[in-house]
Nanobody
Framework: QVQLVESGGGLVQPGGSLRLSCAAS????????MGWHRRAPGKERELVAR???????AYADSVTGRFTISRDNAKNTVYLQMNGLKPMDTAVYYC?????????WGQGIQVTVSS
């Protein structure tokens, strides 16, 4: 079992920045990759970014160049630095961890981009 706790969401103006954090606990040795999905109102959930245990990162086209995912293996924590935020980034962001036996999810955290 892996437990995930997200933090760092909130309200920000267009063009602003936020950093999301996701701390993993439990069977962290089994984690292959971690990342973030988001679900905007009325839309399907989409992958935002993910990073493997080896540090290889991938991003959705819509966030490439604005968002950066990183991880601190010593703290079992993954971060999503979000710069140049747009109203279209408004969503509930979910942290996830992939293991050999399946995916685990955080409870979700709200990010609202509005003036």
């Amino acid at each position: 079992q892996v437990q995930l706790v997200e933090s760092g969401g909130g309200l920000v103006q267009p063009g602003g920045s936020l950093r999301l954090s996701c701390a993993a606990s439990g069977s962290v040795f089994s984690i292959i990759a971690m990342g973030w999905h988001r679900r905007a109102p009325g839309k399907e959930r989409e992958l935002v970014a993910r990073i493997t245990s080896g540090g290889s990162a991938a991003y959705a086209d819509s966030v490439t160049g604005r968002f950066t995912i990183s991880r601190d293996n010593a703290k079992n924590t993954v971060y999503l630095q979000m710069n140049g935020l747009k109203p279209m980034d408004t969503a509930v962001y979910y942290c996830y961890a992939t293991t050999a036996v399946g995916n685990y999810w955080g409870q979700g955290i709200q990010v609202t981009v509005s003036s």
